[in-house]
């Protein structure tokens, strides 16, 4: 029985908690705050709740197993886990709606032909054959399997069967997400539809590799879920099972240093300023036999010196990446039946917004894309004379020394996302009781991600610039679990990174994840 160290409270870290509990192994999971989750938060004022981070879970499998494999009890006698049907309403530029069902390709392609004219559902369903080729070259070396010692043949081919193209007397194929759209799929709702997934984690669809095709395939194939009560049940339930299987929380724990001894991690170091609760206030250290870090790599990198990955591709750079804006709205007036979950309400600047975002200084665009998410959940409302609403939007990042930023740029871009979310929401604005603002400042507190950043899913191409590194490190026992390592971010990659690190521990290096 080996004692295991865990930095951080995230779900990827409680996932690798778990199993490595369940192997018979001593965890303690040692976190800076006084919660678990990482940035799957919940805030709840005047009877309403509200999730501060993510709203839906796509490919539930990867928490199922975890259930599965750490106890008797599944996933779903865990939490209340349903399919949201359709699985988004989406609202374009030019006035037009579609509804999308829910894991129903069929359902799809009506939807698209109707709202989108003859032959726009079957170029989106010839796209989705495509995207599904590369989700199968790609799933398990980017998903369920350590990263490959040779990883640079991920970074440099490009999984997905693009259509070949003529243009200006040569033949081309798609190589980026945009290229896709307007070579494969031909209708600027259409390359809008499938734009809008990459922007959603982050990325921009101008560069993004067309392997990111892979993002869309995944709702389409394995539906979106929601967890009522909101997905902090999930995290709940994930900490509930460590506590079954004995894993010890230490709460208000600041980590300053991983000890070394011989090139191989022995332990933690904490500040004098832990927290009374943590039992650790004056500092001290915790021997280990192994360290789990559950961190951003600015912050691991600060723990101890030389925790380069083994076989890593690049490092993603936190600053310069997007993050999330949260809007959350108390409304008077409940949920009128039949509203969809979730709704993204299209910027009529596309190319505005894009170059807001991803410009070298990347500001706030004018006209946002917004998601609005309207569960049918009474138990995040008072009563069902009133409803909650999330709204999000990808931001810029935090530039290092902006701090809090300015709070009334926050909350004009706030009234920005309001504005946009009138279009799917007639009359929100005056049916405000009250909104609370969530900034990417309130993210860094909650991960430790500097600027608030959000870790994008691992992807094949683009010269391994969306590859993440690897789980296992240059110094012996120590490992990366978690959004910023290896399969990146995202509720599943992080869950799966626990799987990853659990095997690569209890296995050794060896391991090749499970078949």
């Known amino acids: 029985m080996a004692r295991i160290a865990v930095i951080g409270a995230g779900t990827g870290a409680m996932a690798a908690a778990a199993r490595l509990a369940v192997a018979g192994h001593r965890v303690t999971v040692y976190e800076r705050t006084e919660t678990y989750g990482g940035a799957v938060r919940r805030l709840e004022r005047d009877g309403f709740a509200f999730d501060t981070g993510p709203g839906l879970l796509p490919l539930p499998a990867v928490y199922r197993d975890l259930f599965v494999k750490t106890g008797k009890e599944p996933l779903e006698d865990c939490v209340d886990l349903v399919q ?16 999308l069902p829910n894991a129903s390709r069929a359902g799809v392609v009506t939807a698209l032909d109707e709202a989108l004219g003859s032959g726009a559902g079957q170029r989106w369903g010839d796209f989705l054959v495509r995207a599904r080729e590369a989700w199968d070259r790609t799933r398990r070396p980017l998903l369920e399997e350590p990263l490959w010692p040779n990883w640079s043949v991920l970074a440099e081919r490009e999984p997905y069967p693009a259509v070949p193209h003529k243009r200006l007397l040569r033949t081309r194929t798609a190589a980026t997400l945009a290229e896709v759209g307007t070579w494969e799929l ?18 921009d669809p101008r560069t993004a590799p067309a392997s990111a095709a892979v993002l869309p395939y995944i709702e389409h194939a394995f539906g979106v879920w929601y967890v009522r009560g909101g997905l902090r049940e999930l995290a709940r339930a994930v900490y509930e099972r460590c506590l079954a299987r004995r894993v010890e929380f230490v709460f208000g724990a600041e980590v300053v240093r991983i000890v070394e001894k011989d090139g191989r991690a022995t332990g933690l170091e904490f500040t004098g300023g832990a927290s009374q609760a943590s ?39 936190q600053q310069g990446l997007p993050s ?10 409940g949920r009128p039946e039949g509203t969809a979950h979730r ?13 807001a975002l991803f410009g070298t200084a990347p500001e706030m665009p004018a006209r946002p894309t917004v998601t609005v998410s309207r569960p049918d959940d009474p138990a995040l409302v008072p009563d069902l004379e009133h409803e909650a609403i999330t709204l999000t939007a990808t931001v810029p990042a935090l530039r290092e020394g902006e701090g809090r930023a300015d709070s009334a740029a926050w909350e004009a871009q706030a009234d920005r996302m309001i504005t946009a979310a009138e279009r799917a929401v007639p009359g929100l604005r005056d049916r405000i009781l009250w909104r609370e603002t969530r900034t990417p400042a309130d993210i860094a507190r909650a991960t430790g991600a500097a600027g608030g950043a959000v870790p ?13 590194p690897a789980n296992s490190t240059a110094i012996d026992g120590l490992f990366t679990v978690g959004g910023w390592s290896h399969p990146g971010g995202g509720l599943p990659h992080a869950g799966m990174s626990g799987a990853l690190v659990a095997g690569l521990i209890v296995e050794g290096p060896e391991f090749r994840g499970s078949q």
């Open 186 to 203: 031909r209708d600027p709702r259409l390359a809008t539809l499938l734009e809008s997934h990459a922007l959603a984690y982050g990325l």
């Open 84 to 99: 949201v049907d359709p699985a988004a309403r989406h609202v374009f530029a030019d006035g037009t709606e579609v509804s």
């Open 279 to 317: 039992g650790l206030e004056g500092g001290g250290v915790a021997e280990a036999d192994f360290v789990v870090a559950g961190v951003a790599p600015g912050t691991l990198s600060s723990f101890v010196a030389g925790a380069a990955p083994r076989g890593a591709g690049q490092v993603p750079a």
């Open 456 to 468: 994008v899913p691992a992807l094949a191409a683009a010269r391994g610039r969306l590859l993440h």
């Open 324 to 333: 999330r804006l949260t809007v959350l709205l108390a409304l008077r007036g």
């Open 343 to 355: 709704t993204v309400v299209h910027t009529d600047d596309h190319e505005s917004e894009l170059d």
